[in-house]
């Protein structure tokens, strides 16, 4: 190390002394040198201090015991267990010209869950708590707590996925949000609109979620192929809860898709829902439903963070007592990124078989509808407010004036929402 300093002390010297352009005399060198020699043997010392030193620090350190290897597989929780954790926000404010209390869809009876405008003046909406991680190279967990506007904590989802399935299964088992139709799967945050299609609320009860096991598998192809089947214990609506052992409800679906070009992408799929209902407002036996869903999405040269028109409709039919059915188509336009607008119209058929409430008997003839227009401003990816107008006829003669203000908050790192 201290070779490595010879030249330049002597350049540095050259130049500090000033060299003059005459010739140095005899006296002069032997002075030049003897100062040399004492600045080196000075910086070796220096140098051979600070090794010293070194040395007796390193021998001082107390080494830290080292933890024992985690076992094959499985994550050392002390360090690489770190989940992450994600909170969103929601609130509304509602004007609305018909008493929300009496809200009812005529010829369907009443769902439950998330279903009718809610409450009029301020709200909360449904807020959420997201934690996932990986638990090892096998399985990851995922836990989505809702924290609802009446001041109660239900669990959305709780799930765990396996990933070492052959063929490229992948098994998910615990609480999930179904995989039917197109926007069942989606929170309520992800959504385009306030609210859920009235499709959803008189077939679905707002969307479908079931406790069991779901099996999906995606073809290995550059066209998008999805086949997955689900088993469950039924308790959601449209089935009851029942006192049984085994399977009490299942699903089939199947969604295909791929891209147009450079700008355009597209996804369509059929989905089957069996279950079994339990004097549920007095049906009891076996409820059949049917989905057909489609979404076509266009942006210029694939830059949908610019500029995208999105199309989405799904088909509904419900077999039970009678056959009833319902759809809905709406589009959203992002015509900047940070505004969007968007239309929705709504339609149901309750078939031929009556449904008597209140002592009323809703008969064929009506046919709930809605049509809703909504414009959004996004400053963010983390942040929405929304402003939206539906005209619902739900029920005959009592048409509703819907407004809603709506504002979602993301805190926190979460996962990116499905096509």
């Known amino acids: 190390m201290s070779r490595m300093i010879h030249g330049p002390c002597l350049l540095a010297l050259a130049v500090a002394f000033g060299l003059p352009a005459r010739a140095a005399s005899d006296a002069e060198l032997a002075e030049i040198r003897s100062q040399i020699r004492e600045l080196r043997s000075q910086y070796e010392s220096r140098i051979q201090a600070l090794e010293q030193r070194l040395k007796d620090a ?19 929780s002390r360090s690489a267990f770190n989940p992450a954790i994600s909170a969103i926000l929601t609130g509304t404010y509602a004007h609305l010209s018909r008493d929300p209390r009496s809200f009812g869809i005529a ?45 109660e904590i239900g669990v959305e989802e709780a799930y765990g996925q396996y990933f070492g399935a052959p063929l490229g299964l992948s098994p998910k088992f615990g609480r999930f949000l179904s995989g039917i139709g197109y926007q069942n799967e989606q ?79 597209w996804r369509a799929g059929l989905s089957w829902l069996t279950t079994t209902a339990e004097d549920r407002d007095g049906f009891t036996g076996r409820s059949r439903v049917a989905i057909a869903d489609f979404v076509w999405k266009f942006a210029p040269n694939g830059n949908s963070r610019e500029n995208q028109l999105k199309v989405q409709g799904e088909y509904l039919q419900r077999r039970e007592v009678a056959r009833q ?56 990816e983390f942040s929405r407010i929304r402003l939206q107008y539906a005209r619902s006829e739900t029920l005959p003669g009592v048409p509703d004036n819907e407004w809603f203000v709506q504002y979602i908050l993301s805190l926190g790192a979460h996962g990116a929402h499905k096509y």
Do not use: C
């Not at 001082?60 to 597989?73: D, E, F, H, L």
């Not at 809905?328 to 339609?347: I, N, S």
């Open 325 to 380: 059915s319902g759809w809905y188509l709406q589009g959203v336009w992002q015509l900047h990124p940070e505004w969007r607008v968007g239309a929705r119209f709504d339609r149901l058929d309750p078939g031929s078989a009556p449904y008597e409430a209140d002592g009323t008997v809703l008969r064929a003839g009506f046919k709930p509808r809605r049509a809703s227009v909504m414009v959004d401003y996004n400053p963010s």
């Open 107 to 151: 010829g369907f009876a009443p769902s439950g869950g998330e279903i009718g405008p809610g409450r009029r003046s301020f709200g909360l909406g449904e807020s959420e708590l997201i934690l996932s991680a990986n638990v090892d190279p096998h399985f990851a967990g995922n836990l989505v707590l809702a924290v609802t506007p009446g001041n």
């Open 187 to 265: 929170h309520a945050h992800a959504w385009d609109f306030v609210d859920a299609p009235l499709a959803y609320q008189a077939f679905l009860g707002g969307r479908y979620a079931t406790d069991g096991l779901q099996v999906k598998w995606i073809a290995p192809t550059d066209h998008f192929i999805e086949l997955g089947g689900e088993l469950g214990n039924g308790d959601a609506f449209p089935g009851s809860a029942r006192n049984r052992n085994g399977a009490n409800a299942g699903a089939l679906y199947g969604h295909t898709g791929g891209d147009i070009g450079s700008s355009m992408s």
């Open 58 to 76: 390193e021998a001082r350190a107390v080494p830290q015991p080292s933890a024992p290897p985690a076992p094959a597989g499985v994550n050392d």
